[in-house]
C-alpha cells in the first residue's frame, strides 16, 4: 500500500442509537499502560497505550514536529507513571 493510499485511509466510527462509539474488545486488567486508545481505519481494528502515544509525542517534538512542551511536563509524566521518556 502506498503513502497516498495510507493517507485517504481515515478512521470512520460506528455509532451507536445514543451517539457513542462502543468498545469492541474488553482489555484486561494485565496491560502495563493506564489508559488505551481503540482505534481503526478502513482495514484494521488495534489498540494503542498511553505510553506509546507519549514515547511518539516525544520523538515529534524532538524531530520540530510539534512544539517544544515543558520539560517539567516531562517529568512529571515520568514520575508519575514510573517513565523513561
Not at 42 to 52: I, R
Request: glycine residues 4%; charged residues 20%.
Amino acid at each position: 500500500m502506498n503513502k497516498k493510499t495510507l493517507l485517504k485511509n481515515p478512521a470512520v466510527p460506528v455509532r451507536d442509537e445514543s451517539g457513542t462509539i462502543p468498545a469492541k474488545e474488553k482489555f484486561s486488567d494485565c496491560c502495563a499502560d493506564p489508559l488505551l486508545f481503540a482505534m481503526q481505519d478502513n482495514f484494521h481494528q488495534f489498540s494503542m497505550g498511553l505510553f506509546t502515544i507519549l514515547q511518539c509525542l516525544r520523538v515529534a517534538e524532538e524531530n520540530g514536529h510539534v512544539p517544544h512542551l515543558p520539560e517539567d511536563w516531562w517529568v512529571q509524566l515520568a514520575v508519575r507513571y514510573n517513565l523513561r521518556i
